[in-house]
């Protein structure tokens, strides 16, 4: 399988400026269920931009989680897909529970809707 290579600017120490304000960054977790199936899950819920951001909660529904600017989460250590690691390595790099960060726009451009979930 190839890497698919996003055509949007993919989110990286150099540009985060470029990512400052706008909320279009997501955390995402790592995660393993009970049945051993290994999954990715997105923090929090999504609020209005005048709302404190949610950092609790998890959600499979790319739609109704939180979305991050890079200044709302730049105080944080988060590993950054597409600069740290690419997106399809997971499995391979992340154990359970590890999280990191990635622009919406890169992550709707590679992954796989499945009945409005994105995994």
């Given at each position: 399988?190839?890497e698919?290579?996003?055509?949007?600017?993919?989110?990286t120490?150099?540009?985060?400026?470029?990512?400052?304000?706008?909320r279009?960054?997501?955390?995402?977790?790592s995660?393993?269920?009970?049945?051993?199936?290994?999954?990715?899950?997105?923090?929090?819920?999504?609020?209005?931009?005048?709302?404190p951001?949610?950092?609790?909660?998890?959600?499979?529904?790319?739609?109704?989680?939180?979305?991050?600017?890079?200044?709302?989460?730049?105080?944080k250590?988060?590993?950054?897909?597409?600069?740290?690691?690419?997106?399809?390595?997971?499995?391979?790099?992340?154990?359970d529970?590890?999280d990191?960060?990635?622009?919406?726009?890169?992550?709707?451009?590679?992954?796989?809707?499945?009945?409005?979930?994105?995994?």
């Open positions: 399988m190839t698919q290579k996003s055509s949007l600017p993919v989110l120490k150099a540009n985060y400026s470029d990512f400052a304000v706008e279009n960054i997501v955390i995402i977790s995660h393993t269920f009970d049945n051993g199936a290994r999954n990715l899950l997105f923090w929090g819920r999504l609020t209005a931009n005048d709302e951001r949610s950092f609790g909660g998890y959600t499979q529904d790319i739609d109704k989680c939180e979305r991050y600017a890079y200044d709302e989460i730049s105080r250590t988060f590993p950054l897909c597409g600069s740290d690691f690419p997106l399809m390595d997971w499995r391979k790099r992340l154990k529970g590890d990191f960060i990635i622009c919406v726009d890169d992550l709707i451009n590679i992954a796989t809707p499945i009945n409005g979930y994105v995994w």
